[in-house]
């Protein structure tokens, strides 16, 4: 517990570092003994509000708690974290549960959770997390409400294999030496509209995501009759119950997003809330169809290589 907090106070302000001390801590009407809060917390959890408001979907985190010392977490924000099941130690005071976890050699992010309350479906705490990157503090969150659902289904097994979805992707405007040859015409008479007034137009993709086994994934598109491999050397994917995570990268640079998917015997469906640039939410959705093994790739070395040991405990 000591160890935690040298930590923190010395990761931070002093303010925060006082925040976020035990000394410091509100105690909770919370419905347990605080001796039993090991018991009562034990299990897999994954984020779902904060502060009463719904989450973006590629703002969603989950952790596991397999014991009163020990569990992992496993989140995916943008190309700077990509947790994939990173075990954790566990510090338990009364009702505050502390833990820090390392994704790579720059970055380290620690975690404060007072629970309020806990039941078999729900946990509730005021949280804090804080990410110090190379010395310097990139993300410094809380206090807030936090609201975690307990998981129950997982479709870690059934995603495995080949699955091909349509996305309707917005073509981009036509350039500025075509708008001029449209306009060109119009005047004279040849068109009814210039090139102004006429909209994107929205074409068809067709997509295959092969999941494997080792946590790594390949990715084709169709063009014309034949399915091409994308040239990225670090695919990665977790599922984490209803939970799916996923990063690429190739020379270009790289990222990572996240769904909710629920899977049917030979149907996936993907379903996610995007941010717009305005703070709101949108909705979003793809339905996903399993296909035959019909295509095989071998994925980069640099893919396998990166790949996180799976953590026995969640088996």
Known sequence: MKTMQKLLVGAVIVGVGMLMSCSEKKKSDFDF???????KVIGRWVMTDIDGKTLPTNGKEAFTIYSAQKGFQSAAFGNKIWLNKAEFKLEIEE????????????VQSFHRHAINFVNDNELDATSHAIVIDNGDTIKNVGPIRTRFTRVTDDFAKEIIGTWEGKLIV?????????????????????KDKTVEDVQPVNIEELHRWQYNTDGTFAHYLKTGENWELTSNTVSEYFVYGKLLCSRWADSTGGDSECWGIEIKDDAMKWAALRLNEDGSLYATS???????NEVSAEVPKEASEDTPVENPAEQ
């Open 33 to 39: 003994p605080a001796d039993k809060i090991d018991k």
């Open 95 to 106: 009702n505050v549960l502390f833990w820090s976890v390392q994704p790579n050699e720059n």
């Open 170 to 190: 917005e073509q981009d405007e036509p350039a500025e030496m075509e708008k001029a040859a449209e306009n060109k015409k119009a005047k004279k008479g040849k």
């Open 286 to 292: 793809l339905d996903l169809t399993r296909v035959p």
